[in-house]
């Protein structure tokens, strides 16, 4: 029995849903592995690359490295197309939160930060291979 690949597909798109935007697509497993990634990105203080979890595709010339600090912060802007995810562990926490409730399928979530300079929401089941290929290079 084949296994399904875990998929997480990251762009930046500006002006996306109302606001320049980092959308996170994942499909069932692409879900679990980001839920996993996240949980080990809490208890490190290092910046880790979004592209060092399984399953990921950042768009070209995306950049998006995540840390757990003390105050809060959300997406930072640090290039035109690169980014610091900077939460709290209470903020990584609501993340995690937020992806698990996504679990039936077939919706999106917000991961609001409390100074996003960027907003960033998470989908499954929204957009598929042809959205991608239209609006994802």
Not at 8 to 36: C, M, Q, S
Not at 80 to 104: I, P
Request: proline share 4%.
């Amino acid at each position: 029995m084949a296994s399904i690949m875990g998929l997480i597909r990251v762009g930046f798109f500006e002006d996306f849903k109302g606001a320049d935007t980092l959308l996170i697509d994942v499909n069932a497993e692409g879900l679990r592995g980001l839920i996993t990634w996240v949980r080990e990105v809490m208890p490190s203080s290092r910046q880790i690359p979004l592209n060092d979890c399984p399953g990921v595709t950042l768009q070209p010339g995306t950049h998006v490295q995540a840390s757990c600090v003390r105050d809060d912060a959300g997406l930072l802007r640090t290039g035109e197309r690169a980014f610091a995810w900077r939460r709290s562990e209470d903020g990584w926490t609501d993340v995690v939160d937020k992806l698990a409730a996504m679990q039936t399928g077939g919706c999106h979530q917000y991961l609001d930060g409390p100074r996003d300079d960027v907003q960033v929401i998470a989908s499954i089941g929204e957009y598929g291979d042809e959205w991608w290929c239209r609006h994802g290079s």
